[in-house]
């Protein structure tokens, strides 16, 4: 059982377009983070949600955190070929084991110029 | 530059082989994590140390064997392993291990080929 879901896992697109990835849970986070991973590279922090319905922002990119904490969504507007990588979202839970965090399977985002 | 530094970025070996992967963070924090990454999987947290006492082993083979020397060292020595190990090994830190996680910041990975 996947305790992370994200969706869609595959996503190509043009340059100019917006999207958006899910990654959805039955269980509540107390933290969520979002991860890019380039090919051949380590997954890199793009950022941490800890309060249920909060929203960042990090230029194109906009992450929001479901008010129940299950859940989260990252949109990129005006998506540009440097966007491409695999996006991984990560949980942590409450009481989880020491620093433990839960990794989705991720979605891989292809930007087509 | 995440200032998670592994050696080596490649590594091919045999199944009877023996080698190690290392991890030198220079942020500064006192946990140190091993992941695993392959292809059809999610990452799979490996072993996790704090302070360099390890804290959490998830019922990884014997043949991977852990060594954390001091908070900014972490090595993972192999032994006899399998066609199957053959994956991304992530090194990672953070400050501190708490429940409800951590914030982590990976090294770039080491590519594994067990042949």
């Known amino acids: 059982t996947q305790l992370l879901e994200q969706s869609p896992q595959f996503l190509s697109i043009q340059e100019g377009e917006n999207l958006t990835v899910y990654c959805n849970s039955s269980?509540?986070?107390?933290?969520l983070q979002w991860y890019r991973q380039e090919p051949g590279e380590g997954p890199v922090l793009l950022v941490t949600?800890?309060?249920?319905?909060e929203v960042k922002k990090l230029k194109r990119l906009t992450f929001q955190f479901g008010d129940a904490r299950k859940d989260s969504s990252l949109h990129i507007t005006a998506a540009q070929p440097g966007d491409t990588g695999l996006y991984l979202c990560?949980?942590?839970?409450?009481?989880?084991?020491?620093?433990?965090?839960?990794f989705g399977r991720g979605t891989q985002l292809t930007v087509w110029p | 530059e995440t200032g998670v530094t592994q050696t080596p970025r490649h590594l091919v070996m045999g199944m009877t082989n023996k080698k190690s992967l290392k991890c030198e963070q220079h942020?500064?924090?006192?946990?140190m994590y091993w992941y695993k990454q392959s292809a059809k999987k999610p990452l799979e947290l490996m072993f996790v140390?704090?302070?360099?006492?390890?804290?959490e082993n998830n019922s990884v083979p014997s043949r991977f064997s852990p060594e954390c020397p001091n908070s900014s060292h972490l090595f993972l020595h192999l032994h006899t392993l399998q066609p199957e190990d053959s994956a991304l090994y992530l090194c990672?830190?953070?400050?501190?291990?708490?429940?409800?996680?951590?914030?982590?910041?990976f090294g770039e990975g080491s590519w594994l080929t067990v042949v």
């Open positions: 949600v800890v309060t249920g319905g």
């Open positions: 269980s509540v986070f107390s933290s």
């Open positions: 990672a830190s953070s400050q501190g291990v708490r429940p409800g996680g951590n914030t982590i910041y």
């Open positions: 140390y704090s302070l360099e006492e390890r804290v």
């Open positions: 990560a949980g942590g839970g409450r009481g989880s084991t020491l620093g433990r965090l839960y």
């Open positions: 942020l500064g924090h006192n946990a």
